[in-house]
């Protein structure tokens, strides 16, 4: 089956840890993005990546970084100097292009502890 | 400035009701799209709907449909005969040009709108 798969499903940090968040797509597509949720915030764009080996910033880049090495796979990670990382993370995927939709995976819960 | 606003922060109906969700939108783009997406407990968000900016018809796929006005910069989604498992988060979102590469585009999100129907 197609879709967008990402891991761990929950995650848990100690403050001042890195963590990378895993997201790998089977449909072929170019465009990848990585979503943050907060309760009552919507979805803000964190970084997204047209193709492979390039990516841009989003609304809220600071404090993560991305890699797009290959076109399946833009793992996201959380560094420690992100002040508020708890939160509901949402990969996507998508043909280039305004007019395509974007699928998503199924997003990791990180909480910071 | 917000460029997708859903007023409507949580709605409770009971079950067979009818109900809308709002969604208005602003950008300065003469071709942009405008998406529905629905995200059950589960967490996972939904594709429901794509409408381009050149195509005002009103869409009906089953108990849903859709109605969008540029003169109002607004695209609403009516459910009807509102159904338990229409119980879900419902976000608005709208894909424009985004900065100088070509094929930059992204989707801006509204905050969504908490839906909840009771049996």
């Known amino acids: 089956d197609g879709g967008i798969t990402q891991s761990p499903k929950y995650l848990f940090r100690k403050e001042g840890q890195n963590v990378t968040l895993s997201c790998e797509q089977n449909?072929?597509?170019?465009?990848m993005y990585w979503y943050r949720q907060d309760p009552g915030q919507g979805l803000r764009l964190i970084y997204y990546s047209q193709i492979v080996n390039d990516f841009q910033k989003g609304d809220i880049a600071e404090g993560y970084s991305v890699s797009r090495e290959k076109k399946e796979s833009f793992p996201l990670t959380v560094t420690s100097a992100q002040k508020n990382p708890t939160a509901f993370y949402l990969c996507?995927?998508?043909?280039?292009?305004?007019?395509?939709?974007?699928?998503f995976g199924q997003g990791t819960r990180l909480t910071v502890v | 400035a917000q460029k997708v606003t859903q007023a409507q922060t949580e709605i409770s109906v009971v079950e067979k009701e009818d109900v809308t969700l709002d969604c208005v939108y602003e950008?300065?783009?003469?071709?942009?799209?405008l998406f529905w997406y629905k995200q059950p407990p589960s967490g996972e968000l939904v594709f429901l709907i794509r409408r381009n900016s050149f195509d005002e018809q009103n869409e009906i796929s089953g108990r849903y449909s859709w109605n969008f006005q540029k003169s109002t910069s607004s695209f609403n989604f009516t459910i009807t005969a509102s159904q338990v498992v229409d119980s879900a988060v419902y976000f608005c979102?709208?894909?424009?040009?985004w900065g100088s590469g070509a094929g930059s585009y992204q989707l801006t999100f509204g905050k969504g709108t908490k839906l909840s129907v009771i049996p």
């Open positions: 950008t300065r783009d003469t071709t942009y799209y």
């Open positions: 996507a995927s998508s043909i280039t292009g305004m007019n395509t939709e974007a699928f």
């Open positions: 449909l072929n597509h170019d465009a």
């Open positions: 979102a709208l894909s424009e040009n």
